[in-house]
């Protein structure tokens, strides 16, 4: 079976830290970029942050730069999204998505959720609240 599966989200207090990790199966990350995505209470989900397939190559959006940390282990199958001094405005669910493409030499590519995908994932819920 191929799928993406995504783990680590939780509750967490302002100011915390969580690490979301995305594993795939059945199939390999190492060729593909991976792009973390979330989507709050209401609102339409968002392309966050992505990585191409070697790990050299990473964007950020602004709200979320200097605080997250995008990061791989292709030994592991593994992307991950280190969350630091989180806020209740990241509360959401994070989804990862796989791509062939290297979506990191374009921001729309990185970003865009409604672009296809060659795989996602079915999301972790991520709350920050005290």
């Known amino acids: 079976q191929l799928q993406l599966v995504e783990s680590g989200g939780g509750l967490v207090q302002p100011g915390g830290s969580l690490r979301l990790s995305c594993t795939a199966s059945?199939?390999?990350?190492?060729?593909?970029?991976i792009a973390w995505f979330r989507q709050a209470p209401g609102k339409e989900r968002e392309g966050i942050s992505c990585i191409n397939n070697s790990g050299d190559n990473k964007l950020y959006i602004n709200s979320v730069r200097n605080r997250f940390t995008i990061s791989r282990d292709n030994a592991k199958n593994t992307a991950y999204l280190q969350m630091n001094n989180l806020e209740p405005k990241d509360t959401g669910v994070y989804y990862c998505a796989a791509d062939f493409r290297d979506i990191t030499t374009d921001r729309n590519w990185c970003t865009d959720p409604h672009l296809r995908r060659d795989y996602w994932g079915k999301g972790t819920l991520v709350t920050v609240s005290s």
């Open positions: 059945g199939f390999t990350l190492r060729p593909m970029s």
